[in-house]
């Protein structure tokens, strides 16, 4: 595995700064055995999941066998953009079923809409290929918990798209973090201010776009007439198919305390908020929250505006860890730790803006082809991504309730049976809620 490590880090060098062409791909795969090569599927290619496949394309020894999406339009399209960066076609497909059934597939890369991810993933563990899935792990918690399942009956390598975790400057937080330098940290805040969370001006619904068999786009979730707000990138205010700022963002961020304070489930949970500014725009998720999670020694909030753009500390979004020697603020922008002071003397170091790493998604899809490789878990391993999603969730549950929800761990379910309605959703015909 060290040749192989070596291998990447070399050819990430070769890349750096070199944009991915058919002579650089074949260039960079030349001397890659047969026994290093890799052959991935993408399902879901129009946003996030044709960065993720890039990112895989330009490590050595990787090739794109097929791509999958439900929208021809976007299939077409992305298949032009394999062949430029490649010079090579994959197989096109329109059902991810085919993906799963197709034996040359190794690695399945998900980035479908978050109400898509589940039944892939299952399938393609099952199938006994590894997975990239993007965040947050599903839509639902019993969902992530099913994937959970079959990730470890199928002994799967499942990286969740959170790759924070494989960039230095965050994990430069988290050992300071620990480092206790802070001192006792009471609270953690997280937070993200983000425009595009009011959502888009409403819409009539229309004829569904031709290319796209939209039904298969709602997959499990209810059917729905095609609206232009209900699919393509804004469905994310939809809550049959995301969680709003808080699972789009939240899962990034509140990871960080998760790691750094290395918790899982908080004692108890309690959000307020609403669709307060923009109750006129095509949005269900709400424009305003903020989530309380009780972790018995220190609190961590999360706080969305969507619609703004200027949040806490100066900075739209971030992590703050509160100790009662300084606060430590993190964000992909860098990091800077504030000093209490006592008479005049500081408690601890002032630190002022850290640069950032900017390659850390790289980074988080090269840790993940070494572990397929090594069988070793990823940095973000699917137990990682479970707990912070299920964290989102909670929230999101917390909101929609009105309740004080506590989360039984062993049981993996709430102590109120209104919150547990919404543990997981009823998946439409003809698909079928996975059994693992
Ligand atoms: N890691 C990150 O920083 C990051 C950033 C953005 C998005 N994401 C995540 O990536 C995922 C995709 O988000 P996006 O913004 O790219 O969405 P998008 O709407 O732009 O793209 C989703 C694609 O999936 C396709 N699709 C839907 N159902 C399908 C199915 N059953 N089979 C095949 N294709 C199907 C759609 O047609 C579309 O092309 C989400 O889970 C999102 O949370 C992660």
């Keep these: 595995m060290a040749s192989r490590r070596t291998f990447l880090k070399n050819s990430g060098s070769l890349?750096?700064?070199?944009?991915?062409?058919?002579?650089?791909?074949?260039?960079?795969?030349?001397?890659?055995?047969?026994?290093?090569?890799?052959?991935?599927?993408?399902?879901?290619?129009?946003?996030?999941?044709?960065?993720?496949?890039?990112?895989?394309?330009?490590?050595?020894g990787i090739e794109c066998g097929a791509l999958c999406d439900v929208d021809n339009n976007v299939l077409q399209?992305?298949?032009?953009?394999?062949?430029?960066?490649?010079?090579?076609?994959?197989?096109?497909?329109?059902?991810?079923r085919q993906v799963i059934d197709d034996r040359d597939i190794d690695i399945v890369i998900i980035g479908t809409p978050d109400h898509w991810h589940c039944l892939p993933a299952v399938d393609a563990c099952e199938a006994g290929k590894d997975v990239y899935v993007e965040k947050p792990l599903a839509n639902s918690i019993g969902e992530c918990q099913v994937m959970l399942k079959a990730a470890r009956k199928h002994n799967r390598i499942v990286q969740v798209g959170q790759q924070q975790r494989s960039g230095q400057h965050w994990q430069d937080v988290i050992a300071l973090v620990q480092s206790g330098k802070l001192g006792d940290i009471r609270k953690v805040k997280t937070w993200g201010y983000f425009e595009y969370g009011k959502g888009n001006p409403r819409v009539p619904d229309s004829p569904v776009p031709d290319g796209v068999d939209y039904n298969t786009w709602l997959g499990p979730a209810p059917k729905h007439p095609f609206n232009k707000n209900r699919f393509h990138g804004t469905w994310r205010h939809y809550w049959d198919h995301g969680g709003g700022l808080l699972t789009d963002w939240g899962v990034h961020l509140l990871d960080i305390p998760l790691w750094a304070m290395k918790v899982k489930f908080p004692k108890a949970v309690m959000a307020s908020g609403g669709i307060y500014s923009y109750s006129d725009n095509a949005i269900e998720t709400p424009d305003t929250l903020n989530v309380l999670y009780d972790f018995g020694t220190f609190t961590l909030d999360w706080d969305h505006a969507g619609g703004l753009s200027r949040g806490i500390y100066g900075r739209n979004y971030g992590v703050a860890f509160i100790g009662n020697n300084g606060t430590l603020i993190v964000n992909r922008e860098g990091w800077e730790v504030i000093a209490e002071s006592e008479n005049n003397v500081e408690k601890t170091q002032?630190?002022?803006?850290?640069?950032?790493?900017?390659?850390?998604?790289?980074?988080?899809?090269?840790?993940?082809?070494?572990?397929?490789?090594?069988?070793?878990?990823?940095?973000c391993e699917i137990e990682d991504g479970h707990n912070v999603a299920i964290l989102a969730h909670m929230g999101n549950i917390a909101y929609r309730t009105g309740t004080r929800l506590i989360y039984d761990e062993t049981k993996g379910k709430f102590q109120d049976d209104q919150a547990n309605k919404l543990l997981k959703p009823a998946y439409r015909s003809p698909w079928k809620f996975p059994s693992v």
């Design 15 to 60: 890349l750096a700064g070199a944009a991915l062409t058919p002579m650089v791909y074949s260039r960079m795969n030349a001397g890659v055995s047969q026994n290093d090569k890799l052959t991935v599927a993408l399902i879901g290619c129009k946003g996030m999941g044709m960065y993720d496949l890039t990112d895989h394309l330009k490590q050595p």
């Design 350 to 379: 002032v630190i002022p803006l850290q640069p950032a790493d900017d390659a850390s998604h790289e980074k988080h899809v090269q840790n993940f082809l070494e572990s397929v490789k090594s069988r070793k878990r990823p940095i």
């Design 77 to 96: 399209e992305r298949a032009k953009s394999v062949q430029e960066l490649t010079g090579k076609t994959p197989k096109l497909f329109k059902d991810y």
